[in-house]
């Protein structure tokens, strides 16, 4: 091999060289290398199709529970404890408002009287009977509704809590309270009502105690006339 060829060859080795030392430097190769794309999410599964309802449906009537006769006694007798507790405090407004009555009869019978101050001062009576009447017939209200949350509230909930477990062994799934949906439902037969065995089992398991001479719930407090 002659000079020339050796020369000629070292020059094509240094040309590779250059080039590959080019490819390696070059933009495109200083980069770093991309990232391998994340793998595309698996749809997420569908839910499980919720299980049918089982059991039947029955109705229910909660207001019947505070009759005297044929609800539930243990609320019976602690309505009628609360109410002979304020049964003179009843007394005594009704009182006041047979007074007012009285007293308006009086102005009424005035009507033609020319004593015009004698008039003024009938009206500044009644009108001052009327506000102490309000005021005492909201004090006995509140402290009523106090009383009765007190007393009879927690009956309510063990009422509450054993008509859930009475449904759940008659095998019932929804229990209606005709009391608060009213007309909204018609009963097409008498076994979907379990008011009265629900009573009778409630009444049976939840003796009242005696009640002595306990007397029945009042009747709320005679409303304020208008002067």
Known sequence: MTAATRMSDSRLLHAALCAVLLAAISPAAAQTPASPKPAAPKPAAKPAAAAPLSGKIAVINTAAFQSESGGIAVLAAGFGTVGA??????????????????????????????????????TAEIE????????????????????????????????GRAMEEFAKKKGVAVLLDTAKLR????????????????????????PAPPRGAAAAPPAPPPAVPNP
């Open 128 to 159: 001052s009977l009327r506000q102490e009447m309000q005021k005492q017939n909201e004090d006995a209200q509140a402290a009523y509704q106090k009383r009765m949350e007190e007393s009879v509230g927690p009956l309510f909930q063990e009422v």
């Open 183 to 206: 007309d909204a439902i018609y009963v097409i037969g008498d076994s979907l009502d379990l008011t009265t065995e629900f009573i009778a089992d409630y009444n049976k398991s939840h």
């Open 85 to 122: 507790e304020f049964e003179p405090k009843r007394q005594e407004l009704i009182a006041l408002n047979t007074r007012m009555t009285a007293l308006q009869n009086e102005l009424n019978a005035m009507a033609e009287t020319p004593d015009a101050a004698a008039r003024q001062a009938k």
